[in-house]
């Protein structure tokens, strides 16, 4: 069993409280960076970041994308513009095939 | 392509074909094994992104009911009401081989019911809010879940290749030019060898008939 954390301005994450996730409202996405070693440490199977803390923290997430858990998702936040879990998405596709894949909606 | 360092004899060739012939199955295991861990990662990425798309939809939607509630009743009195509920251990994470990776499922076990808050008080734009939250949430563990292991497929992908390419174009080819190396120095010794014994043959030869004469 594990804990879900969720990291961002509280205006985005304050609603996940009720719903038992460990929720770390930060003033600036900065901020973030001070609660890390907590939350790889503290028994969190997915850390759930907005994106602009995604954007400051995204050299310490690197480090952990080799390992099993935690597993670090990127949501949009409250007023961000979106797209930026897509692009994470595609760092690990050009890492697979060496070349970026292009958005093929009518499969799947 | 590189020779390796090793004596030119009988016996280092028939180590290094049997190293060859290793090499060789090797690469085809893990040839095979990359064509794998492709289609395997191809077919999870088109599905993900129906996936993420889906979430990030259905957030914004919440976030959406959340600046209603807010705007009703205030954000001081939101947050407070939001206050309620302790973080508790909520997913059931276990571990699934996909060609050799260990990727993460993560399972939500029941999510605690919202509430603790008055609800004469509060909008009920706000219950609206966080039950599409909690309509949202399994959807986000299982995109966590599925790109984890996107991420965790894709740095086996890579190592994988470098592997295949570095027997494809550096291990076999080095074997097959010691190898052929080897084999045309016997080759060069055999030969030396032959015209050593016709020279002696004809040597001999000459020698028998010069005494023969005599």
Redesign the interface.
């Given at each position: 069993?594990?804990?879900?954390?969720i990291i961002g301005d509280?205006?985005?994450v304050?609603?996940?409280?009720?719903?038992?996730?460990?929720?770390f409202p930060v003033r600036e996405p900065e901020a973030a960076r001070a609660l890390w070693d907590g939350l790889l440490t503290g028994g969190y199977?997915?850390v759930?970041v907005t994106e602009p803390v995604y954007a400051a923290l995204e050299d310490l997430i690197a480090e952990v994308?080799?390992r099993?858990?935690p597993?670090?998702?990127v949501?949009?936040g409250?007023?961000s513009a979106?797209g930026v879990?897509?692009a994470?998405?595609e760092r690990?596709?050009v890492?697979?095939?060496?070349t970026s894949?292009p958005?093929?909606e009518e499969?799947? | 392509m590189t020779k390796m360092r090793v004596n030119p004899n009988r016996m280092e060739l028939l180590k290094l074909r049997r190293r060859r012939d290793v090499a060789k199955r090797g690469h085809k295991l893990l040839k095979d094994k990359f064509d794998e861990l492709l289609k395997e990662f191809i077919s999870r990425i088109n599905a993900n992104r129906k996936l993420r798309a889906e979430v990030e939809r259905e957030l914004a939607a919440a976030y959406g009911l959340f600046a209603v509630a807010r705007g009703e009743a205030g954000r001081t009195t939101i947050e407070e009401a939001l206050l309620s509920g302790a973080p508790g251990e909520i997913v059931e994470t276990a571990e699934r081989n996909v060609m050799s990776v260990r990727v993460p499922e993560l399972t939500l076990t029941e999510l605690p019911e919202p509430g603790g808050y008055s609800l004469a008080t509060m909008p009920v734009v706000l219950d609206e809010a966080l039950a599409a939250l909690g309509a949202v949430a399994p959807k986000m563990l299982e995109l966590a879940g599925r790109e984890k292991a996107i991420e965790l497929l894709a740095a086996e992908i890579e190592r994988t290749r470098r592997r295949v390419n570095a027997l494809e174009y550096v291990l076999i080819p080095s074997i097959d030019e010691t190898v052929r190396d080897i084999q045309m120095k016997l080759d060069e010794a055999e030969r030396g060898n032959l015209t050593r014994l016709m020279k002696v043959k004809d040597m001999i030869a000459q020698q028998q008939e010069a005494d023969e004469e005599r």
């Open positions: 069993m594990a804990r879900v954390a509280s205006t985005s304050a609603g996940f409280r009720p719903l038992g996730f460990a929720v199977g997915t759930f994308v080799d099993p858990l597993a670090v998702t949501i949009p409250a007023g979106g879990g897509e994470k998405l690990a596709i890492r697979a095939l060496g894949m958005i093929t499969e799947g | -």
